[in-house]
């Protein structure tokens, strides 16, 4: 049974920094996709960021670029997401999700397992 579980949420000030955590447990991180996704009540799920080709290949969605850093350790049991420069309109409930073949990284059906997500709020 494949579980991710992501930790790090939590509140903030805008401009400040949350550094987000999913551990995988009976799978591990290869060659496919495995990414971040936010969602905002009444908004539909959304791409951030992810990881695929085993690390050789990262993707940022243009609102995030250049503010967060997906990354993954050595064992690829873990991935990261590292946010700075936090503003209100990251305010969104975040997961985790690691696909089991290929597709493109923004849709939500190339992944195969979900997280329950782990919250961030930012204040203004």
């Known amino acids: 049974q494949v579980l991710l579980m992501e930790s790090g949420g939590g509140s903030v000030q805008a401009g400040g920094s949350l550094r987000l955590s999913c551990v995988a447990s009976?799978?591990?991180?290869?060659?496919?996709?495995v990414g971040w996704f936010r969602q905002t009540p009444g908004k539909e799920r959304e791409g951030v960021a992810a990881l695929c080709l085993g690390g050789a290949s990262r993707y940022y969605d243009d609102s995030v670029k250049g503010r967060f850093t997906i990354s993954q350790d050595n064992a690829k049991t873990t991935v990261w997401l590292q946010m700075n420069s936090l503003k209100p309109e990251d305010t969104a409930m975040y997961y985790c999700a690691a696909a089991a073949g290929p597709g493109y990284w923004k849709l939500e059906g190339t992944y195969n397992y979900w997280g329950q997500g782990t919250q961030v709020t930012v204040s203004s």
């Open positions: 009976g799978y591990t991180y290869s060659r496919f996709c």
